[in-house]
């Protein structure tokens, strides 16, 4: 069975400093990973993902997270935080079971506070 | 990119009355939605698949004549939320997958319903 664990419920970071958003996961599979970020009540937009090709995956708005098969982790990193990325962080793993639409398993959430 | 467009994006209706939340995949066919409810600060949770042309599956614990799922055409998949309850204002998502989709799939943008 997956699953995934975000290991902080709340990080808090001033801005201009790195942030690091903590994951791991149990899969019986090559899972496929995803992290999502979520702003108040908005929809969930999509920030990276892996699916077995490059270890350290690049996204968007400057984050990046790199797959440890060792360690069973997918933590998100950013160098240096902006104002605007204070949100919830989803970590997501994928359940492979369906194939091309298989189920998302979500973390609980880790909600970002970035202090001025 | 593939998009789903859900509607509304905010509800308000009183005790008793039903809700109809609907999603539209734009330039992909969405064989599969998935339903999606996530209560203030807590992650999301799925209530159920649907397939185009077939009955949802709903997960434990969801009552599914409470929450009507129609999955009639590849770009439509609607959500009614009969005799709501104030215990039912929520945050709803759901998120197209299939085609264009595939895993990563593409989230609506949620529906906030508030029961009063």
């Known amino acids: 069975a997956q699953s995934v664990t975000q290991l902080d419920s709340h990080v808090s970071v001033s801005e201009g400093t790195p942030v690091l958003l903590r994951c791991n996961y149990s899969?019986?599979?090559?899972?496929?990973l995803f992290w999502y970020v979520q702003h108040p009540n908005k929809g969930l937009q999509l920030l990276l993902k892996?699916?077995?090709?490059?270890?350290l995956v690049k996204g968007i708005n400057g984050f990046e997270a790199e797959f440890k098969k060792s360690e069973t982790s997918f933590h998100l990193t950013k160098p240096s935080a902006h104002m605007s990325d204070a949100a919830e962080y989803f970590c997501?793993?994928?359940?492979?079971?369906?194939?091309?639409?298989?189920?998302?398993?979500f973390g609980q959430g880790t909600t970002l506070q970035v202090k001025p | 990119g593939a998009v789903v467009s859900q509607h509304p994006s905010r509800v308000i209706c009183k005790s008793g009355t039903s809700v109809k939340i609907e999603c539209r995949s734009l330039?992909?066919?969405?064989?599969?939605m998935f339903w999606y409810r996530q209560f203030p600060k807590q992650s999301l949770m799925l209530m159920a698949t649907?397939?185009?042309?077939?009955?949802?599956?709903?997960e434990q614990g969801v009552e599914k004549d409470k929450f009507l799922i129609n999955h009639a055409s590849l770009t439509l998949s609607t959500l009614t939320v009969t005799s709501a309850h104030p215990e039912d204002s929520s945050f709803y998502i759901c998120?197209?997958?299939?085609?264009?989709?595939?895993?990563?799939?593409?989230f609506g943008q949620g529906t906030r319903l508030t029961v009063v």
């Open positions: 330039d992909f066919q969405a064989t599969t």
């Open positions: 997501v793993v994928s359940d492979p079971g369906s194939s091309n639409t298989g189920k998302l398993i």
């Open positions: 649907s397939n185009e042309g077939s009955k949802a599956t709903y």
């Open positions: 899969s019986s599979y090559s899972p496929s």
């Open positions: 892996y699916t077995s090709a490059a270890t």
């Open positions: 998120r197209g997958a299939g085609g264009a989709g595939g895993t990563e799939a593409f």
